[in-house]
């Protein structure tokens, strides 16, 4: 409003005097910002803390909490180190020459219209490709894939 002393316009707005007066001190940190990010990108695995004694180091009074409220509106983060694989080179396995010699298990697990899990163990014979056993339940504890295995092994001997 003008022509209205700024007692009054400060009253119709419901504001503090002292907020309409106040002047922002508020330093520029655009190059601070700038030299955050060129560490930042020159050394990927620093996080915010040790670019804070870095600056510390280099002369510049700086606090570790005005580092991370940057680095973080900055949208940097440290980049996560991927585990290196050892690399093994596998050898394909050799072809079935004769019956019994190699018997795969297969688990394979379903469920019924009512919700219920149903599981299969099947044992294959990989030469002739014969379904040696079929075991079905709601579940199979190890003792009963035990018994199982026993019994192929009466019957066809061990692989």
């Not at 009054?8 to 601070?32: F, M, P, Q, W, Y």
């Not at 180190?81 to 688990?107: G, I, N, S, V, W």
């Not at 014969?130 to 019957?155: K, S, T």
Request: charged fraction near 35%; aromatic fraction near 6%.
């Amino acid at each position: 409003m003008v022509g209205v002393s700024e007692r009054k316009n400060c009253i119709a707005v419901s504001l503090a005097r002292g907020t309409h007066r106040h002047k922002s001190t508020k330093k520029d940190e655009s190059e601070l910002r700038e030299q955050i990010k060129e560490i930042a990108h020159a050394r990927k695995p620093f996080g915010y803390e040790r670019i804070t004694r870095l600056l510390q180091r280099g002369g510049l009074r700086i606090n570790r909490k005005r580092v991370y409220r940057m680095y973080k509106q900055e949208g940097l983060q440290v980049r996560r180190r991927c585990r290196k694989r050892e690399r093994r080179l596998r050898k394909p396995l050799e072809q079935a020459t004769y019956p019994c010699q190699r018997c795969p298990l297969d688990f394979v697990s379903g469920s019924l219209s009512s919700g219920s899990r149903l599981r299969t163990l099947n044992v294959i014979d990989e030469f002739t490709r014969e379904c040696l056993a079929v075991e079905v339940d709601f579940g199979l504890p190890g003792e009963r894939v035990v018994r199982v295995l026993e019994r192929l092994a009466w019957c066809y001997g061990t692989p």
